[in-house]
């Protein structure tokens, strides 16, 4: 296998990468004057984890059919996953400078018709933990041993095909298939427990044959190890969800206590601030 | 065309002796991909009875997944499969593929341009007293307007395995019409298949009716009896409605006196209008009549009594065109 990284890499280097993913995020939105910061800041060293760490990928084969999969339900995201895969060598940093521009492949919602490295289109929420099944039910028909990591968002629990893929998995035996629930607690119009809950979470996951594990999402070592598990552990014929407890907005103190940021812009003042708080909170 | 009807050889010798071709040619034709190599795998939502895949399920359980009624799902899924290289076959009524799942149809398999091929089997109102719920009458519309899409609605098993066949080679997702099995024979079983391309039957210079689907034969039959009459009725099959075999239609035009466009499905949206289209932006223009459920939902019968209420038989079309031509 090729991978531009040792097969552990310093918890420092992965706080340092979920710090970039926000300050980037923050860069990016700034060219395009409104997006998902804190839907990025809850998942940062989620990205973080598997990207520079769990997953197993070769940025200069980004076609390679046993490399690891990450696909996003919440592709509103995108916007975070981008700077990592320049950073990882899969396209030049500077291919960013038109996010969101006439004719850009970088846009809210992540392409894979037009960008190395992103392994599924997305944007309709609840369609990616359905796709990520037919990768892994491809995999073992094909006897390949590649992981598909799918991350969902709380909100998108509300989405029925998100239920259907859940048990569609489960008959079928998925176990190289992984949900991580991005469990950040708010949606478009407010706290998902207000709009529609989806407690309890694990109890469904599990009702519905899936092995679940809960992690502090923001814990990067923990959040690498738990994922890190997931990946290596013996066959079993059980898909793994991990509900990643995180905050939105984390990193940015007026994100994290008003939930209406959930799409918004930063003035260049607020986004200076930003970029600021996000750095000094940098181990 | 021959006027003498049962010539071995002849669609209408085919359409007696043919019992339920239009189904078996789905596996069969999946079964001809397998054996070329081609990396063909088949799902369902729990109709492998209804589409006859349970025959392929039987002879190629490893290239099988049963999705059970999970039709959204199922389009997802296999697009997923697509990008690892395979080619999935997915089948289901098309009242939920075309429309259940059309938004998964566009996001996950047209727009990432994914190899999948989606089956839409029962079309139009074919499913008889089962009920609007049932009918796709709106399929055509929906996948055509698809960027990307190709679609196709084959006359009967034959053309449908032809097409399958010639599919090894066409990049574009494609959405497959086609009806219940139980259509007579038009095509004998060794013809070809090229998409985008109409087949011209019959020239005419009174008429012309140009059918998908179901409505070939027909149109077939009704215009060798209004050839008796001394009418000129020609017929093309236009089995990809997407791309349109628009030089054809523009060719048409100049040539015949009204083109009746036919098809198991509402006028709007379906294949009259995308005849339509291709007229009103020629110069020239030609006189259109569009044949077809006219924006209803429709009633509940016998298939066959649905498609005698409708017109949608030989006598409704002879009497469509003495009708038009009155």
């Given at each position: 296998m090729t991978t531009p990284l040792p097969d552990t890499v310093d918890i420092a280097l992965l706080r340092d990468r979920a710090s970039f993913i926000r300050t980037e995020t923050v860069r990016l939105i700034e060219i395009a004057k409104v997006g998902h910061?804190?839907?990025?800041?809850?998942?940062?060293?989620?990205?973080?984890?598997?990207?520079?760490?769990?997953?197993?990928?070769?940025?200069?084969?980004?076609?390679?059919?046993?490399?690891?999969?990450?696909?996003?339900?919440?592709?509103?995201?995108?916007?975070?996953?981008?700077?990592?895969?320049?950073?990882?060598?899969y396209y030049p940093a500077t291919a960013l400078d038109d996010y969101a521009h006439l004719g850009s492949a970088f846009g809210d919602h992540p392409d894979m018709t037009k960008i190395p490295g992103i392994d599924f289109?997305?944007?309709?929420?609840?369609?990616?933990?359905?796709?990520?099944?037919?990768?892994?039910l491809a995999g073992r028909m094909a006897g390949r041993d590649f992981s598909v990591f799918v991350m969902v968002g709380d909100g998108e629990m509300q989405e029925g095909q998100v239920w259907e893929a859940a048990l569609s998995a489960a008959h079928h035996r998925l176990d190289r298939l992984v949900a991580i629930v991005d469990r950040n607690g708010y949606q478009l119009d407010g706290a998902v427990d207000d709009v529609v809950g989806v407690e309890p979470l694990a109890d469904k996951w599990r009702a519905f044959g899936w092995r679940v594990v809960e992690v502090d999402g923001h814990d990067v070592a923990a959040v690498r190890d738990t994922l890190a598990a997931v990946r290596d552990r013996v066959a079993d014929g059980v898909p793994?969800?991990?509900?990643?407890?995180?905050?939105?907005?984390?990193?940015?103190?007026?994100?994290?206590?008003?939930?209406?940021?959930?799409?918004?812009?930063?003035?260049?003042?607020?986004?200076?601030?930003?970029?600021?708080?996000?750095e000094g909170g940098r181990a | 065309m021959s006027m003498s009807t049962l010539q071995p050889g002849s669609w209408q010798y085919r359409a007696l002796n043919a019992l339920n071709p239009g189904l078996d040619a789905l596996s069969l034709g999946l079964d001809d991909l397998v054996a070329a190599g081609e990396p063909v795998v088949a799902g369902t939502a729990d109709l492998t009875y209804s589409n006859g895949l349970i025959?392929?399920?039987?002879?190629?359980?490893?290239?099988?997944?049963?999705?059970?009624?999970?039709?959204?799902h199922m389009v997802s899924a296999a697009?997923?499969?697509?990008?690892?290289?395979?080619?999935?076959?997915?089948?289901?009524?098309?009242?939920?593929?075309?429309?259940?799942?059309?938004?998964?149809?566009?996001?996950?398999?047209?727009?990432?341009?994914?190899?999948?091929?989606?089956?839409?089997?029962?079309?139009?109102?074919?499913?008889?007293?089962?009920?609007?719920?049932?009918?796709?009458?709106?399929?055509?519309?929906?996948?055509?307007?698809?960027?990307?899409?190709?679609?196709?609605?084959?006359?009967?098993?034959?053309?449908?395995?032809?097409?399958?066949?010639a599919s090894a080679s066409w990049p574009e997702p494609i959405y497959?019409?086609?009806?219940?099995?139980?259509?007579?024979q038009v095509y004998s079983d060794d013809v070809g298949f090229e998409f985008g391309r109409g087949i011209e039957h019959a020239r005419g210079a009174d008429v012309t009716i140009v059918a998908c689907g179901t409505l070939v034969h027909p149109a077939l039959e009704a215009a060798e009896r209004l050839h008796?009459?001394?009418?000129?009725?020609?017929?093309?099959?236009?089995?990809?409605?997407k791309p349109l075999d628009e030089e054809l239609i523009r060719s048409l035009a100049g040539r015949t006196g009204v083109i009746i466009t036919a098809e198991e499905h509402n006028i709007l949206g379906?294949?009259?209008?995308?005849?339509?289209?291709?007229?009103?932006?020629?110069?020239?223009?030609?006189?259109?009549v569009r044949h077809g459920i006219r924006d209803e939902f429709s009633l509940i019968a016998a298939p066959t009594r649905l498609y005698a209420h409708y017109r949608l038989d030989a006598d409704g079309l002879v009497a469509v065109v003495r009708e038009v031509l009155s």
């Open positions: 910061y804190s839907s990025v800041f809850s998942a940062a060293e989620i990205f973080a984890a598997l990207y520079y760490d769990v997953m197993r990928i070769d940025p200069k084969n980004p076609q390679w059919p046993d490399r690891d999969r990450f696909l996003m339900g919440k592709g509103h995201a995108a916007v975070g996953l981008y700077p990592v895969l320049a950073d990882l060598g289109s997305s944007g309709s929420i609840g369609h990616a933990l359905s796709n990520g099944a037919g990768m892994a793994t969800c991990v509900i990643a407890r995180t905050s939105k907005g984390k990193g940015v103190s007026y994100m994290e206590t008003e939930p209406g940021w959930h799409l918004g812009y930063l003035d260049p003042e607020d986004a200076r601030r930003a970029t600021e708080e996000i | 025959e392929f399920q039987r002879r190629h359980p490893d290239r099988f997944v049963q999705f059970g009624i999970s039709e959204q697009a997923g499969m697509a990008t690892t290289g395979l080619t999935p076959f997915v089948a289901t009524f098309a009242s939920f593929l075309a429309l259940l799942c059309c938004e998964q149809i566009r996001m996950d398999v047209a727009y990432t341009k994914q190899r999948v091929r989606l089956v839409g089997h029962h079309t139009g109102i074919s499913l008889g007293f089962y009920g609007t719920s049932h009918h796709a009458t709106e399929d055509i519309s929906t996948m055509r307007a698809i960027a990307g899409l190709t679609v196709v609605s084959p006359a009967d098993g034959a053309q449908l395995r032809a097409a399958i066949r497959f019409r086609i009806s219940r099995g139980r259509d007579p008796a009459e001394g009418l000129s009725v020609g017929v093309v099959d236009m089995p990809t409605v379906g294949l009259g209008s995308a005849v339509a289209e291709v007229l009103a932006e020629s110069p020239g223009g030609a006189r259109l």
